[in-house]
Structures are given as C-alpha cells and as structure tokens.
C-alpha cells in the first residue's frame, strides 16, 4: 500500500466506524443507554487529552480542569437558549428559526470553547511567573472562583441550574431525524485527537514538551516558553470548554456543583492514568474509567473504593500509567504500518560536503 | 580575520542581592577569534554567560552585540540575535530524540503559527521541511546523524556533549558561548575536543568564547584571555602573557596545571 | 459595632486555627517529600471518627472516666492510631511508587485515590447516616459584654493551636529528626550521605504530619459534633491553599496561611454577602500569589545553569 | 484503529449485564442516591421500597385484574449527581426495560432526568422533589409531594399565627437549590403576605461546618424567628451552633428537617422548634402507624419523610398498574399507567389524602410538626396557605 493511500487509511476506518455506530443507534440497535455512555467516552476523551496537554505534555499540574468545562458549558448553553428556546429565561423568545439548529450547533459549541479560552488567561497568566504547585493551587482557586461566580449569577439559574438546551437537540432530530448528540460527540471527540496531534507533533508544540524537560534550556534554545504556556493553557481550556458544552446539551441541564472538584478529580485521574504525554493513553484511559464507573454501577457505595483501589494498583504496577510518555505507535510498532510515515523523519540521502569524520 | 567587534561588553556589574558577584567586567570580542575565560572556581565565570545569555539582567554596564544593546532582553531573543551557548552540566532535553532536539532550537525562525499547524497548509509544511532538512544536515556534518532518533539520555556522555554543542550551532550563531566543554571528559580525549572545536571553528565561521579549567584546551585554542576573581579582571592578554601573569599564579597559586 | 467585630474575630481565630493545624499537616508531608498529601484532609476526617469509636469504647469499659483525663486518653490513643494509619498509608501506596522513581505527580495522584478510599470504604462500613460526636469536656459558654460569646472549646481550639506550632517549631529547628527533615527538603540525595537513614525521617515525618490532623480531628468534633465521612475534603483542599499561600515548606508560612484563610472566610462573610464568600476569598488568595509568587515564607528554587 | 477495539470491548462488557427476561413480572425502576454527599435519602427510598417489595411478594406478587403478577424493584444509584441521574434513567428505561420509575428525589436530579423520562414516555414520580419544574409540560412525571410554592406561605402563615412577630432571619445553603428557591419564596411570602420584615438574609455552602459568622449576623439584628428551610445535617450544626452564641428565641424549619438523625445530631437543640414537613411519625394512626410500625421493626429507626412518601409513590404507582391493567406490550402499558395515575383522587396515602392535579403535582395539606422534649416529631396541625 502506497503512503499515499496509508494517509488515509486509519482515518477512514474510524469514520466508518462511527458511521457504523451511528447507523445502529439510528434503527435502534444501540439504544439510549449506550449512546449515553458514548457519549460519556466522547467527553471525557475531550477532557483528559486536552488536560493532558498541560499536565502531561507541558508537565505543569492544573487541576482546574472542572472550571473550565463549566464556563464551555454556560456560555454555549446560554447561547443555545437565546437562539432557539422559545420562551427562555433572558431573551424570553428564540432569534433563531428551529431549523437553524443544525448549523448553529457547533459554532454554539466553538464558542462556548473560545470563551473558556479567555478565561484561562486567570490561569496562564500567573503561570509564567509560578511553576508547580503554586500554579496547582491557582488551578484549584480558579475551579472554586468560576463555581462560586456562576452561583452568585441569577440569570443563569444560580444553583438552581440552566435547563431547555434539549429544545435545540430536539429541533435537530425534528429537522434531520439522527442521534445528532452522539453524532456531534463523535465529531468533536476526534477533531480534538486530531488538533491535539497536529499541534503536539509541529515543531511548534514540541516547545511545550520541551519545557516540561528542561523550561531554562527551551529559553535560551529560541523556545519563546511563555507564548508556549499561553499557547497550551488557552488551547486547553477551550478544548474543556467545547466539552463542557457537549455535557451541558446531553443532560438538557447544567448547575455549578457538576463541575467542582471533582470533576477535576476525574479527569486528572483519567490523565495520570493513560500516561503522561500520551495522546493515545489519554484516549485509552478516557474509555476504560468511562466504561468502569458504568459497569461498576451496582456495586453502589464500594464503586468508590473499588476504583481507587484498581488505579492504586494499576500505578503499583505501571508507575507510568498505561502507556508512560509513549505513543500505541511506539509501544506496538507494528502499528506504525498503518499510517504514513513522516517524510521528515527519514534520513535523506544527499551528505553535505564537509563530514566531521 | 576582520578585526570588527562582534561583543562588547562595558563595565558590566552585576548583584544577587547584597552579594557582588561581578565588579566591572570589561570584554571585546573580535569577530572570527576564539577567546577564553578563566579563573577560580566561584569567580563569576558562568555568571557572565547567564547575562550575556539574558538569563540575568545586569545590574549596571552595558552588553552589545553587533552593536544592539541586549541588557534586559528575554533569552529567547538573544538566542534569535544568534548567540548559542552550552552548558556546564549538558542541559539536553533527554527524553526527546537528538533530532527533536536540534529542530526544536530553531524555534527562531519556524515560519508558521498554530493555524498552519493546525490545517497542516503549505506553509506549514515547507517550513517543517527546511527545519528537519538543516537538521539532518547539521547531524550528517556532526556525524551524528546515525544516532538522530536515540534519547540522548541513551547516549554516550561524549557524544552528548557533541549533540550539545550541535543545537547550540543550530542556532546559526555568530557568537557560541562553551561552557566548560572539557568537563566530565578524560584527558586522553582532551585533544581530540580541541581539534574539534578547531574544526566547527573553521567550518562554521563562529566566534567561541569558552570558559574552561583545562589549561591545556585553553592555551592551544584561545587567541586571547581573560582571567577574573572573585567577579573581578585581574588579567587579560594572549596566553603567554597570561601564563607568565603573576597576578595569575597567585590566583591559581597550588594549581599546577598552570604552566 | 465592635462587639460584633470581637465576635467574628473570635469565630475566626477558631475556624482560622482548624485549617492552620491541617495545614501544618500538609507542610511538613510537603516540606520533606514535595508530596502534595490529597489524602490529609480525609486522615483528618479518619481520625475524627477513630476518636468517636475510641471515646464509646473507654466510657462503655471504665465508667467513672470523665472529663480530662477521657479527653487526654482519647487524645493520646487517637493520635497515636492515626500516625500508625498516615504511616501505614506512606508505607503502602507511596513508598513503592518512591521506589520505582515514578513522576512525583502519580503519586500525588494516588494520595488522591487514599482520599477517596478512606471517604467511602468509611461510608460503606458505617451506613450513610451522620454521627454525632460524644461531649467529653462539659461546654461552658462565657459572655464578654454585649453578644460577645466564647465556649471554653473555642478558647482549647485556638490556644492547642498555638501550642502545636510552638512544639512543631521546636521539633523541625532543634531536634536531629526535624534537622534532618529541613535537611532532606534541601537536597533528598545529600542526605544518605550524611548517614541519616531517608525511610525512618520520612516515617516520622507522616507520622508527625498524622498525628497533627488527629489532635485538629478531636477538637474538630468536639466543637462541632456532626460527622460524616465527606466532611475533610473540602476543608482538607482549602488548607493546601492555604498553606501554599502562607509559603509551602515552612511551617511558618503554613501557620500564618491557615489563619489568614480564616480570617478572610469570616470577615468576607461578616462584612459583605455570604454568598461571594469562595470568590472573594479566593481571588484574594490569587491576588496575594501574584504579588508574592511564592507565598509569603517560601523562598523561590533557584535553578543553577 | 484502537478506538474500535476498545469501542468492542465495551459494548461487549456492558452487553453482559444487560438481561431481559419475559416471565409474569412488573419490574419497577429506582432512580436513587446511594452513594454521594447525602445516601441517607436513598437509603430511605430503599427500604420502604423492599418493605413493599416483601410484603406483596409474600401475597404471590400483585393482583391485576385477576393475575398476580411477581414484582421485582430494581434500584440504581444516581449518585447524588444530574448526569449520573440521566444515565440511570437509561439504564432503567432501555436496559432493564422497567413499567415505571420512582424518579430520583432532589429536584436537582428530578429536573433532568424528568425530561428523559417524559422523552421517553416512561411514568416516573419523584418522591420529593418540590421543584416546580420537575412536573412542569411533563405528562408523565409525577410526585407525591407538595411544592416549594406551596410549603413556603404555609410555613409563612404559621409563623405569623404561632408567634406574631415581624422581624424574620433567614440563612439558607446556596449551592442546594431547593434551599435557596425555599428561602426567596418565604421571604416573599413574609414581606408580601404577612407583612412581616426580614432583617438577616445569609447563606453558607454544602461543605460548610462553621456557621458562626451567620448566626453572629442574625444576633447583632432584633429578629425574633430564625428560618433555616436546609438540610438536616446543616441544622443540627447551625441550631447547636446558634445555642452556643446564646440563641433562644424559636427556629422554625422545612420538611427537609424531617430525619430520624436531627435531634441526635443537634443535640436536643432543635428541641421546641416547628418545621413543614409531609406527615408527623409521633402519634399517627391507622394505615401510617402500620407503616412506621412495619418500617421500625424492619430497619429499626422511625422512617423520615423520603421513606413515607416513597412508600406512597410506589403504593400509587401499583394502584394506577391495578386500574391500567396489563397487555404485555411495553409502550402501551407505560401510556396506560401514566394515565390512571393522572386519574387516581382522593388516596389515602401515609402522607395524607391526595388528588393529583393535570400537572401531576398532588393537592395535599402540609402537616407543622413540633419536636417535643422526647425528640419525637410531634403533629401540631395540618393546614393549606
């Protein structure tokens, strides 16, 4: 197979998958419950790999990540209320016509990661200056700020929640009858693999690895690390955002205590989990603790001891999490058959002149 | 040899708090020579590269290279004004390949920005091009190319000392700051160290200046030195008049390899 | 006006000096390890309930034991089981992951786990119901002046925990154990060396650091008296912060930090409306970090090039 | 290439679990926290829901029209949480395929996991989720319980009746909205309706353990009532708490006062304070004592009100099965059963009489209790606003 071809190969297959999945949910094959939990998958995805972009690629310890999953949510949310719930709480009627709802929708969420964006500059900010654990606590004040605030915000429901974004998906099944929830989820769960990928693997996003390495290096090596530390919080949190405002249109309701602690808890957890570093691992460990805490539903009260107890373990014997700072490529490298390989990567032929022998 | 200055550097002073460390420190580097700094261990040695390298803004005097006064500027822009520097203890990021390493060093000129990252367009992908192609090409020069996909925590310590210095070159650096590259290796390789800072010399048309203890490597590279103390100059000239510089001895009195 | 001001000033020096004594816990834990302890909110809620189990076990064996020298016992019993228990923990989860040289953060992430472990297995053993915690010492309520009111609990709370400070102090700066602890927070691979075994200061440290969070355990329950198995995470969080805040590292600063969360938790409260209590505290707490990046003892890591 | 695999294997692992059985028998979902910051709430649901459980198993099961069908409750844990609500919905809808859901109890979970019941046209009634929003559009939601709009003026005009004062203090818990709706609706209801003053309007926060600075608040004013419409757990402290500040004038509570641990837990502090609640355990009679009785022996504490009015949810839920009648055919017999249950009046439950509204909101009266000095939950009258 040519890597012309390979190019395409792996990207295929999942969309084909998905389509698949897409395709069972549809007639019924998949019912609710399932697409529920897929739908889970697809979030958490989005929130380990893009804490993992802080935590495991830049080596930085955030663990804010709630917070920021939180405004992705309110901000899309509000504005999904304001375009197409009738009779909503702030504009009292939609601005929108309901079969609108399809192309607005991932602009709504677009937004709602943008506006994340810019309030992680709280975050990104101070990190230039504190390193660690001081930013640890920064993370952990901005998760209690950001709850704290939204609470205090009547228009929003305050603690009593934000509820009608099911309209908007409602009016995307009336227009086009699909699982348009899980359809969005898969959508936006792999552009975030992808993006982060992308970006990870530029020359460009090395420099954030190679601030986790050695940050004083990276300086005096040209890496300008605080654009890096601008670049890999803001990116982030908007992709926690985008999450947020999937999570707040699949349960058609949202109020600040969903996103607290531990929130940030799971998706750290999920992070640690999967490996540092490790785009693969994140994706990996978003599936398996997504999949855990449902099979594990009826064990009620022990759920919570069990699962501690298996990633103890699990960390006893892998202190690395599932894949440490590698790539399924690397740990498989068969694998790496199935894609094209990097061009850049492979030593050319023509030797210059002058050869230090 | 022109005889421009390429580094000047101008009653340059420099505190930690209440603690002198540099106490006037006048240098001019002319372009194309190689020169040395010496002097007891604490004397301030290093602390000269950390402000030439802007790790630290100087307390008082004035740094300028190719006549832009750099007092204050961030690492990353004196690193893109094309001043590369190793370090005392190698300071390779280990867990990412030589390769990596030496592309990473170009973040002065990538070219593109996260957008084209992201869309992988032409720009983007001319540009990671040209970077690895220089890469490859530097590695191939440095004969290291055969390792360019090792962890340089796999590598041999010779060797890391030479992926060292080859990042710092990517810099495409007119002026090249060694600090201590002798350090950690046998004295039967210190010849060959000198013959190979010789030839990137040569072949690279750079301005080293190094510091260094091995009086051997020193002596046979430098065109000029400079002796400090306690963040004082107490010497300066081309190494025979160091050599017989009492003030020197004295300062390195009980330390043979002197003469 | 002013006796509203005392009172508040009051309540907060009590509720000041429940996080100063978490914080020391988690200082002294970090100091030694750079081991942010997650699960030291939780040893805290553990002990409190130790102390509930110990103080029914004593008045159902030996009546007639009331008062201080139960308050004593329990003291010394709950302290000395909840070191074993931060010990045992130490010994269990981090030590191996020490061992192996994992990132620092896992096992941060596994103090978490601890956490979480200690919250339910206790709700799973004891029921969901809330318990309340015995009165041991008979409460007296003193009134100074108009609506001022202090219970002598307040007063034991606020002065133990001075007291603790001062003998914690003592230890870190004269002993050869708390040297030697100052020491290893300077540099872990110097110590050996020096002939100080690394395990046994380690082990003394979570001891010391358990042992802290018992005593704040006791006087935890016994001035409020409501337990239940969620009740130290979240003041177990706010300590970290608050230590951080204060300097992470030393205990000064973990000391001072508790008391100024405190204060500003009560005052924003007191002066302004309770409901920004969180947001204004906080951004306080951030304000302070970015004039101070790193707290107001801590001293910044200079990194040698 | 992974994500198949993994995507496989899940479907796999969960496909496991999943079991449908086709015998005689009337599977009835819960959609409860057993797990999370307050499982003592579920823990209630739980067991009045096995006491039913037995009690009509050991009859052979349940008499529909003629057949007696076997029941078989099947309780899953919401954990406290709204998104963990929804998925136990689906759960219970799609996987275990049940006839009718006992919907999650806080309105914080009844709200969303309501509109996934109604989406999938499945009855669910929420023991006591006062929310007005749990019922609201919702054909097929239902409660047993009385609303915050409703509780707040009752509590209002008893106040004013029982101690004719004015000046009113009112601290509440932020982050838990029934709290909060509860709070405005009372001091809407004192302003308004009986003219009264609020002098002290405070809040505090789930985690909270130290109410000092409120209560300081409310001393330093001249309220002469305290009004705490928060959880149990929250009052004891606060109630303990205002003693030690030397408090003394009366407190007055919502039913979510209602827990066999309050007295305990405050202490005696509580004791002489009044609260709407749902139903008074001392000195009932008749069809509630043998419920209490029952429930006593079986658990061996006095059921609170979650347990009575889950008791009552799920005895209505198989009174409209009874009236429905079966097919056999899922669909049909949701539809059916959620429309006998919008018809079911005047039943008696163990919580008072109730007729449900077209919202299907119950009509019922609100029960003051007084705790007396034994601790017991006192009956003092039953009243609507």
């Known amino acids: 197979m040519t890597d012309k071809k390979k190019k395409f190969l792996v990207p295929s297959i999942t969309v084909l998958v998905m389509l698949i999945i897409i395709l069972l949910a549809k007639v019924g094959v998949i019912n609710n419950y399932y697409q529920t939990i897929l739908m889970t998958i697809c979030i958490n995805v989005i929130m380990s790999a893009s804490l993992n972009v802080v935590n495991g690629y830049m080596g930085e310890f955030s663990c804010g990540h709630g917070g920021f999953m939180a405004v992705g949510a309110y901000v899309s949310s509000i504005l999904s209320l304001i375009l197409f719930c009738p009779g909503n709480s702030i504009t009292g009627h939609a601005l929108l016509p309901p079969s609108m709802a399809i192309v607005a929708f991932p602009f709504i969420i677009l937004i709602g990661g943008a506006a994340s964006m810019v309030v992680s500059l709280l975050v990104a900010i101070p990190s230039f200056k504190t390193r660690d654990d001081y930013l640890a606590i920064i993370t952990i004040a901005t998760n209690f700020i950001i709850t704290t605030a939204i609470n205090n915000i009547p228009i929003v429901g305050g603690s009593r929640g934000l509820m009608g974004m099911k309209t908007t998906m409602s009016f995307m099944a009336k227009t086009v009858s699909l699982p348009w929830m899980l359809i969005w989820g898969f959508v936006f769960a792999a552009l975030t693999v992808v993006v982060i990928h992308r970006v990870m693997h530029s020359t460009l996003g090395m420099g954030i690895s190679a601030i986790r390495y050695d940050e004083i290096s990276a300086e005096i090596m040209s890496v300008n690390t605080n654009s890096m530390k601008l670049l890999a919080f803001t990116f982030s949190s908007g992709l926690a955002g985008v999450a947020g405002g999937l999570f707040a249109h699949m349960l058609g309701f949202i109020n600040p205590s969903s996103f607290g602690i531990m929130k940030s808890t799971e998706s750290l957890v999920m992070v640690y989990l999967g490996g540092m570093g490790s785009l693969s691992g994140s994706v990996i460990s978003a599936f398996i603790f997504t999949i855990l805490l449902e099979l594990l539903r009826p064990a009620q009260i022990l759920k919570w001891v069990i699962i501690p107890l298996m990633l103890i373990l699990i960390m006893q014997f892998r202190p690395e999490g599932f894949m440490g700072p590698r790539e399924l490529t690397q740990v498989f490298p068969r694998l790496k058959n199935l894609f094209a390989p990097n061009r850049n990567l492979i030593r050319p032929i023509a030797k210059p002149t002058e050869v230090r022998k | ?259 | 006006m002013f006796s509203y001001f005392v009172q508040n000033l009051i309540n907060a020096l009590q509720w000041g000096s429940f996080y100063s004594m978490i914080a020391l816990g988690y200082c002294l834990v970090y100091g030694v390890l750079r081991l942010i302890n997650f699960a030291h909110g939780d040893i805290f809620m553990t002990s409190c309930y130790i102390a509930f189990f110990v103080i029914t076990g004593v008045t159902a064996h030996f009546t007639g034991i009331t008062g201080i020298p139960l308050f004593v016992i329990t003291l010394v019993v709950t302290m000395g089981l909840t070191a074993l228990l931060g010990v045992g923990i130490e010994r269990v989860a981090y030590r191996p992951l020490r061992k192996k040289g994992a990132n620092r953060l896992y096992v941060v992430i596994t103090a978490l786990m601890i956490g979480f472990i200690l919250e339910n297995g206790n709700l799973a053993l004891l029921g969901a119901s809330s318990r309340r915690f015995p009165d041991i010492l008979p409460k007296v309520i003193w009134n100074l002046g108009p609506s001022i009111t202090i219970t002598n609990l307040k007063v034991l709370v606020i002065i133990s925990a001075f007291v603790v400070f001062a003998i914690l102090q003592f230890i870190v700066q004269k002993t050869t154990l708390g040297m030697s602890m100052r020491a290893i927070s300077y540099d872990k691979f110097a110590i050996p060396l020096m002939g100080i075994p690394v395990n046994t200061v380690i082990t003394f440290t979570f001891a010391l650091g358990s042992a802290l969070a018992a005593i704040a355990g006791i006087l935890f329950g016994m001035s409020y008296q409501v337990m239940d198995p969620y009740m130290g995470m979240i003041i177990g969080w706010k300590a970290f912060i608050a230590a951080v805040v204060g300097g992470i590292g030393d205990i000064r600063g973990a000391f001072l930090g508790g008391f100024m969360l405190g204060i500003i938790e009560i005052f924003v409260t007191a002066f302004l409306p309770s409901s920004y209590k969180d947001l204004i505290s906080f951004v306080i707490l951030l304000v302070i970090l970015t004039f101070k990046p790193t707290g107001f003892f801590g001293v910044a890591k200079s990194t040698k090039i | 290439m992974k994500k198949i695999l993994v995507l496989g294997l899940a479907l796999a692992a969960i496909g496991l679990c999943s079991c449908a059985k086709k015998t005689q028998v009337i599977k009835i979902g819960f959609n409860i926290p057993l797990t999370g910051d307050s499982p003592k709430v579920g823990e209630g649901s739980k067991f009045s829901g096995d006491l039913v459980l037995n009690a009509i198993n050991a009859e052979g099961g349940l008499d529909v029209k003629g057949t007696k069908y076997k029941l078989e409750f099947v309780y899953v844990d919401n954990e406290l949480k709204a998104d963990s609500a929804i998925q136990a919905a689906y759960k219970l809808i799609d996987q275990d395929k049940v006839l009718a859901c006992l919907g999650p109890d806080g309105s914080r979970r009844a709200i969303p996991a309501g509109q996934v019941y109604n989406d999938e046209s499945t009855p669910m009634i929420s023991p006591w989720a006062t929310n007005p929003n749990v019922t609201l559009d919702r054909p097929y939601v239902f409660r047993a319980c009385f609303l915050d709009p409703f509780q707040a003026p009752v509590a209002a005009k008893f106040a004013k009746e029982q101690f004719a004062c004015t000046n009113v203090a009112i601290i509440y818990n932020l982050e838990d909205d029934y709290s909060k709706t509860l709070a405005e609706l009372f001091k809407e209801a004192w302003e308004k309706d009986q003219g009264g003053k609020v002098t002290v309007y405070e809040s505090f926060g789930q985690k909270d353990q130290d109410f000092s600075v409120q209560l300081t608040k409310v001393m330093d004013s001249d309220a002469e009532l305290l009004y705490l419409p928060c959880y149990y757990n929250h009052v004891a402290l606060i109630t303990s708490q205002a003693k030690d500040l030397g408090w003394s004038k009366p407190v007055m509570g919502s039913d979510a006062w209602g827990s066999a641990d309050l007295v305990n837990l405050s202490k005696g502090a509580v004791i002489g304070d009044y609260f709407t609640t749902h139903y008074a355990a001392a000195g009932a009679v008749g069809k509630t004592k043998e419920f209490i009785d029952a429930y006593k022996a079986a658990y061996g504490y006095t059921p609170d009100d979650v347990a009575a009015l889950s008791y009552d949810a799920i005895n209505l839920l198989l009174k409209a099965i009874q009236e429905a009648g079966l097919t056999g055919n899922l669909e049909k017999d949701r539809e059916a059963v959620k429309d006998a249950l919008g018809k079911i009046s005047d039943y008696e439950g163990v919580t008072g009489k109730m007729t449900f509204t077209p919202d299907g909101d119950p009509i019922k009266d609100a029960v003051v209790v007084k705790i007396s000095d034994s601790g017991e939950f006192t009956f003092v009258r039953s009243l609507q606003p």
């Open chain 2, 1 to 259: 040899m022109s005889k421009e200055t390429l580094l000047e550097i101008k009653h340059l002073t420099h505190r930690f708090g209440g603690l002198q460390a540099l106490t006037d420190i006048n240098v001019n580097l002319k372009k194309g020579e190689i020169a040395g700094l010496i002097g007891p261990n604490g004397a301030g040695k290093t602390t000269v590269f950390n402000l030439v390298s802007g790790f630290y803004v100087p307390s008082e005097g004035d740094i300028i290279f190719k006549g832009t006064r750099m007092n204050g500027l961030k690492p990353h822009v004196i690193a893109s004004l094309q001043v590369g520097r190793t370090f005392q203890n190698i300071r390779l990021w280990s867990d990412m390949t030589v390769l990596e390493n030496i592309c990473i060093s170009q973040h002065y000129h990538l070219g593109y920005g996260v957008g084209s990252a992201l869309f992988k367009n032409k720009k983007y992908r001319e540009n990671e091009k040209k970077i690895h192609d220089e890469a490859w090409q530097l590695l191939e020069r440095f004969n290291l190319a055969d390792s360019a996909l090792d962890y340089p925590k796999n590598l041999p310590y010779g060797i890391q000392r030479r992926v060292e210095i080859a990042r710092a070159l990517s810099l495409q650096p007119e002026l090249l700051l060694l600090d201590e590259p002798a350090a950690g290796l046998s004295t039967s390789d210190l010849s060959d160290l000198i013959t190979y800072i010789k030839w990137i010399h040569d072949t690279f048309g750079v301005t080293i200046w190094m510091i260094e203890h091995q009086m051997q490597v020193i002596m046979s590279l430098c065109d000029s030195i400079q002796v400090v103390d306690f963040g004082k100059e107490i010497a300066r000239g081309t190494p025979e008049d160091i050599q017989k510089n009492p003030a020197v001895i004295k300062a390195y009195l009980g330390n043979e390899e002197i003469s």
